[in-house]
């Protein structure tokens, strides 16, 4: 085979490049000799670097895949391995040759470029073909119903935990304490807020001991978790006066 000597062209891909050599030297497709085939692939790979058209990796990795198939060409002990190449390579080279004959034939009959219709109308398929998990639907089934009822006004059940707090009274606490303390004179600060279940009773309660302890109906001593509560004057039926908060 001659040296390459012709204009640089551009190709699709190596397997165009390929069949342009085999075409160029008249070459049997079905008798390629491998070992020419590859020295000129390689130099118009060069040319095609020197030429900086930007060689894309399916050429490099063709000429890696030529190399490898001279390389086993040349060892007597891979005889039927480089032969099994070869004729994989030309299998592949005749699929894409009779490829381009066939899309050219049909090139020539119709002319794809030109070709254009009116838009069809096409009847919508309104039959609903996907297929749901039953927990899937059910899902869905929630879903629309919540969206239904967020549009309707909150009921008066739902601002209960908000504006519909226990009121606990003063009053009531301090009653609380002193039958506690009539009962047992001496107890901790902590133990009169155990049975406590609300914020609004804790508060109540240390504003009844507050109460209590100003009116001198009780004592406080130590410090902490260890203060006491001790009463003084022996009435469970002491009441707070309605004056006690005024000012």
Known sequence: METLSYKLEVF?????????????????????????????????????QEADMGVASEFIEMAARLVYIK?????????????????ELQGELSEYRDCQIMAKKLSEQVDLEHIARAPQKIPPDMKYKRLHEPLELFRAYLSAVGRGKRNLPPPI????GIVAHKIVPIAARVKYIMTRLFK????????FFETADSRSEMVATFLALLSLTKDKKIAVSGEGNEM???????????????????G
């Open 228 to 246: 006491e509560i001790e009463m003084i004057a022996e009435d469970p039926d002491y009441e707070i006066g309605e004056d006690y908060f005024e």
């Open 157 to 160: 059940e739902a601002f209960s």
């Open 71 to 87: 390389t086993v060409s040349l060892l007597p002990v891979h005889e039927e391995e480089a032969q099994a190449l070869k004729e």
């Open 12 to 48: 699709e891909g190596p397997m165009d490049l390929l069949l342009h050599l085999i075409s160029k030297h008249k070459i049997d497709i079905n008798d390629i000799p491998i070992l020419q085939l590859v020295e000129q692939y390689l130099e118009y790979v060069r040319m095609m």
């Open 184 to 191: 047992k004179k001496r107890q901790k600060f902590t133990e």
